[in-house]
């Protein structure tokens, strides 16, 4: 076995070690649905029994953080299997680094699983703080969902890069980039927490809303509502506004380190291509992504946009960010094209 199919085999195992995380991360939000389900029923039959109407949604927040339910060992098993696959995905990625010769950045397999490892470092230092199951459901399902996809569409072998890849700013540039990938995406799931939160403190769900022309869908969907039993777990994580603080401190350090990219990156193209900016469509789609973030962070320190609507810009920044990692590296021909594929 030589080193390269050793790198590969230990990002499975990565996979692995984070689809267990996964589940466990589901087992452990189902148990505190249970747990909050139980105690709301439990404070409808002494209102009742007292006299007293049962109570409406709540309307603001209604627990803190001494007051959430005992972790379970479910938590256990993903805190400890997330920490594993993080520690597998770097070994993988130095494995990586030796048989090709260089630093793995180079192209999009090898962007994913360097990508992937930072968004579960982050994951593991923010769970270190405040443990929040639905976070770590949705960023270690992305997580496998890119380990997964990088295997078996953007694998390509590891080999030496063309010459205007061949800088220390293959280090630099692209490594910052990646790492604010990684945060971006922790701050992303942090965002989706707080607007699910909002929702259920507010009294408030949009499918339970008549939508004129969506109409099937809110009926295909009218269960599901923010209000409803089902995510009486939002109950036992921090109100939104600790949510929203949590999504703002996230995307200002991605936010720095996405400036760094932008900037790095220009340095790079003068150095090889002997100008700062040229549109090429990895740049504007860089700088679209910072220009969203820009707004955001603007609209919430300046502005005084708080809340859902911050958290609607933060979403569209994400989604520039995807889409220029995606889209422009598979579908749009440039000087960036170093997909490997």
């Not at 770590?136 to 390509?156: P, R, S």
């Not at 860089?286 to 911050?310: E, I, K, N």
Request: aromatic share 10%; glycine share 8%.
């Amino acid at each position: 076995m030589t080193v390269a199919e050793l790198s590969d085999l230990f990002v499975w195992s990565a996979a692995t070690a984070l689809t267990i995380a996964l589940v466990a991360y589901a087992v452990e939000l189902a148990r505190i649905t249970d747990v909050a389900r139980a105690a709301s029923e439990a404070r409808t039959h002494v209102a009742v029994g007292a006299g007293a109407s049962a109570p409406a949604a709540p309307s603001g927040p209604t627990t803190s953080r001494a007051d959430a339910p005992a972790r379970g060992r479910a938590a256990g098993i993903a805190r400890s299997t997330l920490v594993l696959g993080t520690l597998l995905l770097l070994v993988a990625i130095v494995l990586r680094g030796i048989a090709a010769g260089r630093w793995p950045t180079a192209n999009m397999y090898e962007f994913t699983v360097v990508g992937t490892f930072c968004a579960t470092t982050a994951l593991v230092v923010v769970q270190r703080r405040r443990p929040i199951a639905f976070v770590g459901v949705v960023v270690t399902g992305i997580a496998v969902l890119a380990l997964v996809l990088a295997l078996n569409t953007l694998h390509v072998q590891a080999d030496a890069v063309q010459p205007a890849l061949q800088r220390y700013w293959l280090v630099i540039h692209v490594g910052v980039a990646i790492i604010a990938t990684g945060i971006f995406t922790v701050a992303f799931a942090t965002a989706v927490l707080q607007v699910l939160r909002d929702g259920r403190a507010a009294g408030r769900s949009r499918l339970a809303q008549p939508w004129s022309r969506l109409d099937g869908v809110r009926q295909a969907f009218r269960g599901v509502r923010v209000t409803g039993p089902a995510f009486a777990w939002l109950e036992q994580v921090p109100d939104a506004r600790r949510l929203e603080a949590m999504s703002f401190r996230l995307h200002a350090v991605g936010f720095v380190l996405w400036t760094f990219t932008l900037i790095g990156g220009a340095i790079w193209a003068e150095e090889a291509w002997g100008r700062y900016w040229g549109w090429d469509p990895k740049e504007v789609g860089t700088f679209v992504a910072w220009v969203v973030y820009a707004a955001y962070l603007h609209a919430r320190t300046t502005r005084g946009w708080a809340g859902r609507r911050a958290a609607f810009i933060a979403f569209v920044g994400y989604a520039a960010v995807i889409a220029n990692f995606t889209v422009v590296n598979l579908f749009i021909d440039g000087k960036h094209s170093y997909s490997g594929l």
